[in-house]
């Protein structure tokens, strides 16, 4: 599985962005497509997830209503807006996919087995 990730950069509180993952595998059945962020001297936080096979979609509480994950099954392209950014959004982001036949663990980011190169999310005050 390939991840790459795109669409990072600097914004103003309240601002918006949207970050994108092309994916590449052989298939994505039984795949959990997630967004995970690292602030800088912090643990990797779980943000949302996607699920390839029934389209659940997962958010952690800290961005409920203001992200939004969705993915284009033909282009094998997942995305988060990201609307009414803070600075405590700062981060970087990494597309993540588990291979997993449950969802139990969907909020654990350690969980993840596949994972991008990251892009940097900085939002000013």
């Known amino acids: 599985v390939r991840l790459v990730e795109s669409g990072g950069g600097l914004v103003r509180a309240g601002g918006s962005l949207r970050l994108s993952c092309e994916a590449s595998?052989?298939?994505?059945?039984?795949?959990?497509m997630g967004w995970i962020r690292q602030a800088p001297g912090k643990e990797r936080e779980f943000v949302a997830a996607?699920?390839?096979?029934?389209?659940?979609?997962y958010y952690a509480d800290s961005v409920k209503g203001r992200f939004t994950i969705s993915v284009d099954k033909a282009k094998n392209t997942v995305y988060l807006q990201m609307n009414s950014l803070k600075p405590e959004d700062t981060a970087v982001y990494y597309c993540?996919?588990?291979?997993?036949?449950?969802?139990?663990?969907?909020?654990?980011?350690?969980?993840?087995?596949?994972w991008g190169q990251g892009t940097q999310v900085t939002v000013s005050s």
């Open positions: 996607f699920s390839w096979n029934n389209g659940n979609k």
């Open positions: 993540a996919a588990d291979y997993t036949d449950t969802h139990i663990y969907v909020y654990t980011a350690s969980t993840y087995d596949y």
């Open positions: 595998a052989p298939t994505f059945n039984n795949y959990i």
